[in-house]
């Protein structure tokens, strides 16, 4: 092929022989890049190429010096080593003169070569050592950011996340077929009444008849949830963005699953003391720790009497904690579940101000008491006479409770005790110890009581209250117990030296006192009159003891004792 003059006269290099004879007259195609749109199409037309070629586009970090040669789509590939294609990047070298007039190369300096422990070479520039500089005060606020968001920093999760485990190592291998028939055509199925539903457990696709239809698969079909956060007066507030009715899926309480032991070594060596920790037990061995990732439903506050649930659910043969409404919740009420379970894991105590009627007033498995102290099942001393020490809490009344009775309860299956109770609507077994014999139903809840435990710990005179009309359990209404709980402490507070008088029974005068609040609200079923003496009377039938007069009245007698005066008087 002739060459052109012209071009041999603008061209900024020289064709080698390989590269003539792989390219015709119409072939020839642009080689050279330029950075304006004048320069390229001056350069085709100088070169024979057709003015419609696109230009290529510049690859980022390529010196203009160094440009790819492309040759034409038949002919070959050429056989001196060319340069990178334009996808790939090229360190280049900077040239810098150094005092003698020598050319010194420096290389550029990355983002992620710049460390405190590198220094920069001599040779560097004044412009790359403020670029560095800049760099490394970016890089210390990045590393400070974390510490300075103590409590707005926050990871939120849709599903849990494994720390040291793998998920498959820890899922059931047991199935649970569905019963429930196909429903209709655009309706639900898998509601109230399914077996699965019931054993808390979400049915599987290929083991349920109702298919997508299927109304068990909360967790799984991801229901958006009804909560919002909200802030008042300072603190973070956790709402209901609409009215709910009891029974729906409010939300999944997501976060880091892991061992207990893997807890208690992230709480001491990761955590601070200003760390707001969110746990909560998955099962008996592995723990969802909310504290720094999770769902917004670890943001519920406290309540005794709360109007939310968090029970752990099998998905998928994972085990999940999920949130349940127990009550009607209106639109922008607060929402709340029992925090007993974390403050529990935690192994400490603290002081419940909730003020509903089945406050527990201290919160956790243990607390700090004065003695003599007995446990309020088999009655075995827990705290000698004239001292302190750490008692268990019974896990349904916060009362104390030896180490055997605590495990016996821990050991009992109540859902399964009101599925197979022979009184409808009923446990059958009391919520004290556990035991069967004669019981009182509460006129509330599906708990029940044996009038053993009552009369040991209240007194006989609380029995014939309890058998009196329509009577509340102590785990819907648990104030009748805040005399034995007078002498516990939670941890942190000051030691108490009132002591419940050995045998507890010392607690019926102030219950006989104040009975109007112990009976249901609804029947308001009359209660015992208790008469109190002053001190230093005998009791009725000794001589200087009241006695009923003929008018059935009262006033003073020859021993100063009040006996019957004229109607009137």
Same mark, same amino acid.
């Given at each position: 092929m002739d060459s052109n003059p012209a071009q041999k006269k603008r061209g900024k290099r020289s064709i080698t022989g390989e590269e003539?004879?792989?390219?015709?007259?119409?072939?020839?195609?642009?080689?050279?890049?330029?950075?304006?749109?004048? $320069?390229?199409?001056?350069?085709?037309?100088?070169?024979?190429?057709?003015?419609?070629?696109?230009?290529?586009?510049?690859?980022?970090?390529?010196?203009?010096?160094?440009?790819?040669?492309?040759?034409?789509?038949?002919?070959?590939?050429?056989?001196?080593?060319?340069?990178?294609?334009?996808?790939?990047?090229?360190?280049?070298?900077?040239?810098?003169?150094?005092?003698?007039?020598?050319?010194?190369?420096?290389?550029?300096?990355?983002?992620?070569?710049?460390?405190?422990?590198?220094?920069?070479?001599?040779?560097?520039?004044?412009?790359?050592?403020?670029?560095?500089?800049?760099?490394?005060?970016?890089?210390?606020?990045?590393?400070?950011?974390?510490?300075?968001?103590?409590?707005?920093?926050? /990871?939120?999760?849709?599903?849990?996340?494994?720390?040291?485990? $793998?998920?498959?190592?820890?899922?059931? =291998?047991?199935?649970?077929?569905?019963?429930?028939?196909?429903?209709?055509?655009?309706?639900?199925?898998? +509601?109230?009444?399914c077996e699965n539903r019931a054993k808390r457990v979400e049915c599987d696709v290929p083991l349920c008849k109702a298919g997508d239809?299927? @109304?068990?698969? !909360?967790?799984?079909?991801?229901?958006?949830?009804?909560?919002?956060? #909200?802030?008042?007066?300072? %603190? =973070?507030?956790?709402?209901?963005?609409?009215?709910?009715?009891?029974?729906?899926?409010?939300?999944?309480?997501?976060?880091?699953?892991?061992?207990?032991?893997?807890?208690? /070594?992230?709480?001491?060596?990761?955590?601070?003391?200003?760390?707001?920790?969110?746990?909560?037990?998955? *099962?008996?061995?592995?723990?969802?720790?909310?504290?720094?990732?999770?769902?917004?439903?670890?943001?519920?506050?406290?309540? &005794?009497?709360?109007?939310?649930? %968090?029970? !752990?659910?099998?998905?998928?043969?994972?085990?999940?904690?999920?949130?349940?409404?127990?009550?009607?919740?209106?639109?922008?009420?607060?929402? #709340?579940?029992?925090?007993?379970?974390?403050?529990?894991?935690?192994?400490?105590?603290?002081?419940?101000?909730? @003020?509903?009627?089945?406050?527990?007033?201290? +919160?956790?498995?243990?607390?700090?008491?004065?003695?003599?102290?007995?446990?309020?099942?088999?009655?075995?001393? %827990?705290?000698?006479?004239?001292?302190? @020490?750490?008692? &268990?809490?019974?896990? !349904?009344?916060?009362?104390?409770?030896?180490?055997?009775?605590?495990?016996?309860?821990?050991?009992?299956?109540?859902?399964?005790?009101?599925?197979?109770?022979?009184?409808?609507?009923? /446990?059958?077994?009391?919520?004290?110890?556990?035991?069967?014999?004669?019981?009182?139903? &509460?006129?509330?809840?599906?708990?029940?009581?044996?009038?053993?435990?009552?009369?040991?710990?209240?007194?006989?005179?609380?029995?014939?209250?309890?058998?009196?009309?329509?009577?509340?359990?102590?785990?819907?209404?648990?104030?009748?117990?805040?005399?034995?709980?007078?002498?516990?402490?939670?941890?942190?507070?000051?030691?108490?030296?009132?002591?419940?008088?050995?045998?507890? *029974?010392? =607690?019926?005068?102030?219950?006989?006192?104040? %009975?109007?609040?112990?009976?249901?609200?609804?029947?308001?079923?009359?209660?015992?009159?208790?008469?109190?003496?002053?001190?230093?009377?005998? =009791?009725?039938?000794?001589?200087?003891?009241?006695?009923? @007069?003929?008018?059935?009245?009262?006033?003073?007698?020859?021993?100063?004792?009040?006996?019957?005066?004229?109607?009137?008087?």
């Open positions: 003539r004879s792989s390219v015709t007259g119409e072939e020839i195609e642009k080689v050279d890049r330029k950075e304006n749109e004048s $320069d390229v199409i001056s350069d085709v037309a100088s070169m024979g190429v057709a003015e419609n070629t696109p230009p290529v586009k510049k690859a980022r970090g390529r010196s203009r010096k160094q440009r790819p040669s492309i040759p034409g789509p038949d002919s070959p590939k050429p056989s001196i080593p060319g340069p990178e294609t334009p996808m790939e990047e090229e360190d280049v070298s900077h040239p810098v003169i150094n005092k003698s007039g020598d050319k010194v190369e420096v290389p550029d300096i990355s983002e992620s070569d710049v460390t405190e422990s590198a220094p920069l070479p001599a040779t560097a520039t004044s412009g790359q050592k403020k670029e560095v500089k800049m760099k490394k005060e970016v890089k210390q606020q990045i590393r400070e950011e974390p510490q300075s968001q103590d409590e707005g920093y926050y /990871e939120v999760l849709t599903v849990n996340e494994y720390l040291g485990l $793998d998920p498959a190592s820890v899922k059931s =291998s047991l199935t649970f077929w569905c019963k429930c028939p196909m429903p209709p055509k655009g309706q639900t199925g898998c +509601l109230t009444e239809q299927c @109304g068990n698969r !909360a967790i799984q079909n991801n229901t958006a949830i009804k909560i919002a956060i #909200t802030e008042g007066f300072g %603190v =973070s507030i956790v709402v209901a963005t609409e009215d709910i009715p009891s029974g729906v899926f409010l939300g999944q309480y997501t976060g880091q699953v892991l061992a207990n032991k893997e807890l208690e /070594e992230r709480i001491g060596k990761e955590y601070t003391k200003k760390q707001k920790l969110h746990v909560l037990p998955l *099962n008996q061995d592995l723990v969802v720790d909310a504290s720094v990732k999770g769902s917004i439903c670890r943001l519920a506050s406290h309540s &005794c009497s709360p109007n939310a649930e %968090v029970v !752990a659910w099998k998905v998928e043969g994972l085990d999940c904690l999920a949130m349940y409404s127990v009550k009607d919740i209106k639109a922008n009420e607060s929402i #709340t579940f029992d925090q007993s379970p974390q403050i529990q894991l935690l192994k400490t105590s603290k002081r419940c101000t909730c @003020g509903a009627r089945s406050c527990q007033k201290i +919160l956790g498995g243990l607390a700090n008491a004065s003695g003599p102290l007995m446990c309020g099942v088999c009655r075995t001393k %827990v705290v000698e006479g004239g001292s302190t @020490g750490q008692v &268990c809490l019974h896990p !349904a009344l916060a009362t104390p409770v030896c180490g055997e009775c605590l495990e016996q309860y821990r050991q009992v299956d109540w859902a399964w005790k009101l599925m197979t109770t022979k009184t409808p609507g009923k /446990e059958g077994a009391c919520r004290w110890c556990t035991k069967t014999g004669k019981m009182v139903n &509460c006129s509330d809840c599906p708990k029940s009581f044996c009038k053993k435990c009552l009369k040991i710990n209240l007194g006989g005179n609380y029995i014939k209250l309890a058998e009196t009309g329509s009577w509340t359990c102590l785990v819907c209404d648990t104030r009748p117990l805040d005399k034995i709980r007078a002498v516990l402490w939670a941890e942190g507070e000051e030691a108490k030296t009132e002591t419940a008088g050995g045998d507890l *029974n010392q =607690s019926v005068g102030s219950i006989m006192s104040n %009975v109007g609040h112990l009976l249901n609200t609804g029947t308001r079923s009359p209660g015992i009159p208790r008469i109190t003496r002053p001190p230093g009377q005998n =009791s009725p039938g000794i001589r200087g003891s009241a006695q009923a @007069g003929p008018q059935g009245s009262l006033q003073a007698g020859p021993r100063g004792s009040p006996q019957a005066g004229p109607r009137g008087s």
